[in-house]
């Protein structure tokens, strides 16, 4: 285990490939969906926040998001 770790410290890397390791880092330790959000300024599930559903799964008295409680 330990020789791996060493042989990854000592491997010479160009600035674009350790940038390209560390982006992969950070999205896999995140979330690859995480990152699209936070990059597009969007919802992936498309659920609107905030607002009362008006018909659907969610929209009955035991469910959904309703507003003033």
């Known amino acids: 285990m330990t020789s791996h770790v060493s ?3 000592e491997k010479e890397v160009s600035r674009k490939e350790f940038l390209g390791m560390s982006g ?3 999205a896999s330790i995140f979330g690859f969906g995480s990152v699209i959000k936070m990059m597009t300024g969007k919802s992936l599930s498309g659920a609107v926040s905030g607002k009362q559903l008006t018909s659907g799964f969610g929209s009955g008295a035991y469910g959904g998001y309703k507003e003033g409680r």
């Open 24 to 26: 992969l880092a950070v």
């Open 7 to 9: 042989a990854l410290l």
